[in-house]
């Protein structure tokens, strides 16, 4: 043994690289968890302010649409124009809830950490296959 080192220091010197290789993998995945939770927060605040503003101004329109549609038929079938106003409001209400029901339950998030993670998995596997043969 030329080096020096005994068996016990190599094994010792084997688990520190391979513990900081751990940690350095770690670390990656992590940072790449916190990249994507930001970018995330930030396309979710520019889409809430977005829709708040579309909100805003799709019930203004509406409710001028509505107004106008009672008007017109003020001398004939009022009550029939505020209700057909009434059910047409409503049922798009309840379609546009469906629909963001349906878009809520979609998972996205940290999608490219837990795919990493996943692969990290599958190579460690197929290592630990490699060497048993």
Same mark, same amino acid.
């Given at each position: 043994m030329v080096s020096g @080192?005994?068996?016990?220091? +190599?094994?010792?010197g084997a688990g520190r690289r391979l513990l900081s290789s751990l940690v350095a993998t770690g670390e990656t995945r992590l940072r790449l968890a916190v990249l994507e939770l930001e970018e995330e927060r930030a396309r979710l605040a520019t889409l809430l302010l977005l829709?708040? #503003?579309? #909100?805003?101004? #799709?019930l203004l329109g509406l409710g001028m649409l509505a107004l106008l549609v009672v008007v017109l038929f003020w001398d004939t079938h009022r009550l029939a124009a505020i209700l057909l106003c009434a059910a047409v409001l409503l049922a798009g209400g309840g379609l546009t809830a469906l629909m963001a029901l349906r878009l809520a339950r979609r998972h996205t998030l940290l999608k490219e950490t837990l795919a990493q993670l996943a692969l990290d +998995?599958? #190579?460690? @596997? @197929?290592?630990?296959?490699?060497s048993r043969r």
């Open positions: @080192e005994g068996p016990a220091q +190599r094994l010792f829709l708040g #503003l579309s #909100l805003v101004l #799709l +998995r599958h #190579l460690m @596997e @197929e290592h630990r296959d490699a």
